[in-house]
Structures are given as structure tokens and as C-alpha cells.
């Protein structure tokens, strides 16, 4: 039995191959976490934009659970990347 297929996610704006690192330090000598699109989107809508993990999912046209999923695993990367001092690295789709 194959798993069920991936829902397509509605994320605005294009960040693929951009990083945000700590300033000083060349990119090619930081540990380099991947932040994938939707977990940015998820970040932006309920963190930046203040809006519920309901709303946010209807507007990435996906439930509230897998917001809520996307969104722990979201803010874990960066809570990472900003205690340890990593990059965080934009990435289209998590494959």
C-alpha cells in the first residue's frame, strides 16, 4: 500500500535559493538548515499575520491539523537555526 499522495499547498511569494544567516560568517562555513515553503507560509499566517492554524489552512487549502504540523516543525527549525547560530536555507518542497 503506497502512502496517499501530497495535497498541493497554496504559499505566496517566491524565497526558493535565498538564506538567512548570521551576518560575519560566510554561508559555505554555517550549519545549513532547510526551510522548506510551506513551513515558511505557515510561520507568516499564523505568526507574522496573527491569523488561527483554521484560517491559516484554509488559506494554504489544507486542514488545521497539518498546519499545526507544518508550524511545529517550522518553528523548531528556526529555534535551531537562531540558538546555534545556523542558516536557515529556503527550499521549494519538501520531497
Same mark, same amino acid.
Given at each position: 500500500m503506497s502512502?496517499?499522495?501530497k495535497k498541493v499547498r497554496r504559499c505566496e511569494g517566491?524565497? *526558493?535559493g535565498r538564506a538567512f544567516k548570521p551576518t560575519g560568517t560566510?554561508?559555505?562555513n554555517l550549519k545549513q538548515?532547510?526551510?522548506f515553503r510551506d513551513e515558511l507560509e505557515a510561520l507568516k499566517l *499564523?505568526?507574522?499575520e496573527g491569523l488561527f492554524q483554521e484560517q491559516a489552512g484554509e488559506k494554504m487549502g489544507?486542514?488545521?491539523g497539518t498546519v499545526q504540523r507544518i508550524l511545529t516543525s517550522a518553528r523548531r527549525k528556526t529555534a535551531e537555526a537562531m540558538?546555534?547560530?545556523a542558516a536557515l536555507?529556503?527550499?521549494e518542497e519538501n520531497e
Open positions: 502512502p496517499r499522495p517566491n524565497f *526558493c560566510p554561508l559555505i538548515i532547510t526551510l *499564523c505568526d507574522y489544507v486542514s488545521r540558538a546555534t547560530g536555507i529556503f527550499a
